[in-house]
């Protein structure tokens, strides 16, 4: 099935569509935004509510004031439904196409976002059981059986779910649901040509925001709702940063649950539709402005959908389509197929990068060391690798599709190697998984190697055995676990599947470093064993030592491969002697460096040090006999023979090396990971205000202020606190300081409260509860206090005006604490927030005397909650802890 772009008509909204050049795989677009206003709900009918919202056409709504005293506001979507829009329609035209994606191997999320009551669980409701429909396309047999497991899987989640009564929905949905559904699909084309897809489809049904004067929320119901809130303030600020564009710095993701599962899905691997409930009555105008702001914001944000797609030869689509008829079901095998395949790629991929890595790394040395390009980029001789010997574990009925990938693996591993490393790549069938070595391949290699390590045998039977030992040592050098790693979907991967993924990967360093040990204990008793076997050798007479030569004369071939200029530790100390030699007799020594072979024939013994010396008086001699061509070559087979030894030698100790830098590196991640998660855990928002790329001050401080607001109503801050840290900090650059200080401290507190909300009732205790019930006590008495200066504080006049102006009705009782109840109740609204801080002012005398509130108050002494400031805003707030 094709991918199209959304049916509805784009005419109002530029939705861009943008294939990548190696073509249809990589999409890039705007996430689709629709909004949904329901039916005036009975309730709101029984309050007389009126309608404030009108569709003007599919695209656009506007604000329609009964009372016509403010100004008209239009929002444009790519499409809107009007209350008399059926659920049905919504899905055709507003999820049905990215629902579809995900049959074409494209991540797919839909979710409802609204304020409480609004109408997000009908709507999801409506679209879950559509989007069941696309599950089963083409298996109508099957169309039953996955419906009903459907349909039973959404019943165990909607079971499992919180479901709670508030003044504004009598099934108020208190807990975010996400349902996700795995769609394997594979397509065989007339060719036998057989594509494999997977994808995610994520069905969302958030909980709504809500005010607590509105839902009366208290108890239990308040503590949900600020989780609800604070989830949703996390969505919002990731939906506005990304609406932002690449400069908007980092993305706090990892802020809530929420956006954590939601990740790939907002500005990620996947195709996106939200979709924004409203109320149309006039009583929500504020809230509903929130949700058409929140949906604007998300009309700008950009995804990059990917689709997840293998394609399989003609003859393995044969194999696959045989395998499938044979046993379990096709969608199992193509799925165990694909995350094979996955793995494979992912292997690779990781393999390619050590390699860049090590590459880079030499490449730096060498120009450290001017060693000129093309030196010791390869061993100097093709003995000195290693064999990489990666083993697959295949079910037999896919034992057809392992060839493949075996074919395909080797092509493509092989070239991205470095030379030093042979490539064995097997199968194995899971039944047969004992065998140790199946593989042709493998098998192959190996004889490569005894061919080389065979022309240096040095016919002596401990070494033969070492050098087996050797031989089974490196075939034992398997990558260890590169068949049962997880599969990690990188982009969802959170921070701490990545600790221990680097956790398991040391350990895996660990275990390779093992073997490299014991390849290396072997390779020094090899070379010991030659060594003390050529000691031995030169002590005993020319006649014998002639029996043991390690290589014979005839084997020129052999022989060129192996003489190289010794540049060894042993071979120069081979020099030193030649050059003692030179300093006692250099009219000889030149005779004999030149080849001259026209020499005194005399017979020779070996001094201690291995020297030629004459059998009468100890001075050097030569003679002219073919046995100095002899000596000379054995000397230099012996060099050779240790050259080949040491750089099998060196080689693995580069390797060590290499292993070493990497978990270094691996190591200084974790850590670096760990802070992370420290600086988190804590509240300390350190990355994102250490954002390389900053946004210019004015905007991060309305950024940050409006996350103070939202952070000072979800933790129940005094609102003296709040008035006077609103009237002194106003965005001159000077605040940004205090700034940081009071999101940071607010952060950790409200994480703190919301740590105590999330225990069970019952395991709370009195204790922790009770900080967040002091908390709302103390408010509770602030908002009495202030009530009872309102009448000391403000004048007749203003006080009317007040009243009319925040909807107090006249005659009522407790006017004063009516107002003063309203104050600060409305986080999103930046107006009420204003007016409320100059209410509080005046009654507290703000404006009267300046020296009262002075940003030195604000100091970052104040941490510490038992120092007695006179000022009281943070008295308060460490009270609310009981501290
Ligand atoms: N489009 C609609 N047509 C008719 N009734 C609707 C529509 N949308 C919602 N309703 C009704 O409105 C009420 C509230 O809807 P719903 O529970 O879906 O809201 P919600 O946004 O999920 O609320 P919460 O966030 O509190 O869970 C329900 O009684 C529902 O049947």
């Known amino acids: 099935m094709m991918v199209g772009t959304p049916s509805t008509p784009l005419s109002k909204i530029q939705r861009a569509t943008i294939s990548t050049p190696g073509g249809p795989r990589v999409r890039e677009e705007k996430i689709l935004v629709t909004v949904r206003i329901r039916p005036l709900s009975r309730r709101e009918q029984a ?23 403010r100004a008209v506001n239009s929002y444009t979507f790519d499409k809107v439904f009007g209350p008399s829009s059926a659920t049905r329609k919504v899905y055709e035209e507003g999820a049905k196409d990215v629902a579809l994606s995900a049959l074409t191997g494209m991540n797919a999320t839909i979710f409802a976002y609204g304020q409480t009551s609004s109408g997000k669980t009908y709507t999801m409701r409506g679209i879950t059981e559509n989007a069941k429909g696309t599950i089963v396309v083409k298996l109508v047999e099957e169309v039953v059986k996955d419906g009903q497991h459907l349909r039973h899987l959404i019943n165990i989640c909607e079971a499992q779910r919180q479901v709670g009564e508030t003044a504004l929905n009598d099934k108020s949905s208190r807990s975010h649901q996400i349902i996700r559904l795995t769609i394997e699909s594979s397509l065989r084309e007339t060719s036998g040509c057989v594509k494999s897809f997977i994808a995610s489809l994520n069905l969302v049904d958030l909980a709504g925001s809500e005010r607590a004067s509105q839902t009366n929320a208290d108890g239990t119901r308040l503590k949900e709702g600020s989780h609800i809130n604070r989830s949703l303030l996390t969505l919002t600020t990731v939906i506005r940063k990304l609406s932002g564009g690449k400069k908007s710095g980092h993305i706090p993701y990892r802020d809530s649950k929420l956006t954590r599962i939601l990740q790939s899905s907002l500005g990620g691997n996947a195709r996106t539709a939200i979709i924004c409930t409203m109320s149309p009555a006039l009583s929500h105008v504020e809230q509903t402005r929130n949700t058409l702001s929140f949906a604007t914001s998300a009309k700008e944000v950009t995804n990059n959908a990917q689709i997840n797609m293998v394609v399989l030869g003609q003859e393995v689509g044969q194999a696959f389509a045989e395998g499938s008829g044979q046993t379990g079901s096709r969608v199992t095998k193509s799925r165990a197929f694909f995350i094979f395949m996955l793995k494979m790629k992912k292997e690779m991929e990781e393999l390619k990068r050590e390699r860049d890595l090590v590459q880079s790394q030499l490449e730096s040395e060498r120009k450290a060391h001017k060693v000129p390009k093309g030196m010791n980029q390869r061993g100097p001789s093709e003995v000195a690798g290693v064999f990489l010997f990666m083993v697959m574990i295949v079910q037999p009925p896919l034992q057809k599709l392992g060839q493949e990938m075996l074919f395909v693996g080797r092509q493509w591993l092989g070239n991205q190697l470095p030379p030093q490393i042979h490539l064995c790549l097997s199968m194995k069938s899971e039944k047969s998984s004992s065998d140790s070595s199946s593989s042709e391949e493998a098998n192959r290699a190996l004889e490569v190697l005894h061919k080389e390590v065979a022309s240096h045998r040095l016919g002596n039977q401990e070494t033969a055995e070492n050098i087996a030992k050797l031989l089974s040592e490196i075939q034992n050098m398997q990558v260890p676990n590169s068949i049962s790693e997880e599969i990690m979907e990188g982009d969802q991967a959170n921070l701490i599947e990545e600790i221990s993924r680097f956790k398991s990967q040391g350990s895996t360093i660990e275990s390779l470093e093992r073997k490299l040990e014991n390849v290396q204990k072997t390779i020094d008793q090899l070379v010991t064993s030659f060594t003390t076997h050529e000691e031995t050798s030169e002590c005993k007479t020319p006649s014998k030592k ?31 002697r030649e050059h003692d030699r030179e300093n006692k007799a250099p009219e000889n020594y030149d005779s004999v460096r030149s080849g001259n072979l026209s020499c005194k024939v005399t017979p020779l013994k070996n001094d201690e040090s291995g020297n030629f010396l004459s059998s009468k008086d100890g001075t050097p001699v030569t003679r002219k006999s073919n046995s100095v061509n002899v000596k000379k070559m054995q000397k230099m087979f012996k060099n050779a023979a240790e050259e080949n030894i040491r750089s099998i030698r060196s080689y693995v100790t580069e390797l060590k090396e290499r292993v070493a830098k990497l978990q270094y590196q691996k190591q200084l991640l974790v850590c670096q990971v760990l802070q992370l998660e420290e600086a988190n855990d804590s509240g300390a928002e350190a990355s994102e205000y250490s954002d390389p790329s900053p946004e210019p001050w004015h905007l991060m401080f309305e950024e940050q202020r409006k996350e103070i607001i939202m952070l000072w109503h979800l933790c129940h801050v005094s609102l003296i606190h709040r008035t006077q840290f609103y009237m002194l900090f106003k965005g001159d650059p000077n605040d940004k300081i205090y700034m940081e200080v009071e999101l940071r401290r607010l952060t950790w507190l409200e994480r703190h409260l919301s740590d105590l909300g999330n225990a069970s009732p019952a395991l709370l205790g009195d204790e922790p509860a009770g900080s967040v019930s002091a908390s709302i006590r103390a408010l509770k008495q602030e908002r009495e206090y202030l009530a009872k200066r309102v009448s000391s504080k403000l004048t007749i006049e203003e006080r009317e005006m007040l009243y009319s102006k925040w909807e107090i009705p006249p005659g009522g009782k407790q006017r004063r604490l009516q107002l003063v109840n309203k104050l600060w109740t409305d986080p999103y609204n930046m107006q009420h ?51």
């Open 833 to 883: 927030i204003k007016e409320s801080a100059e209410i509080v002012a005046k009654l507290v005398g703000f404006c009267e005397s300046g020296e009262h509130a002075s940003k030195e108050m604000f100091e970052l002494t104040f941490v510490c909650p038992s120092d007695k400031k006179t000022w009281m805003g943070w008295n308060l707030i460490s009270n609310l802890l009981n501290l």
């Open 47 to 69: 309050l007389y509510d009126l309608i404030a919202w009108e569709c003007v056409d599919d695209h656009s709504i506007v604000f329609n004031s009964p009372n016509h005293d």
């Open 546 to 576: 002639k029996k043991i030569l390690p290589f014979n004369l005839s084997n020129s071939a052999n022989m060129q491969s192996i003489i190289r200029p010794p540049c060894s530790p042993l071979s120069s100390s081979c020099q030193v």
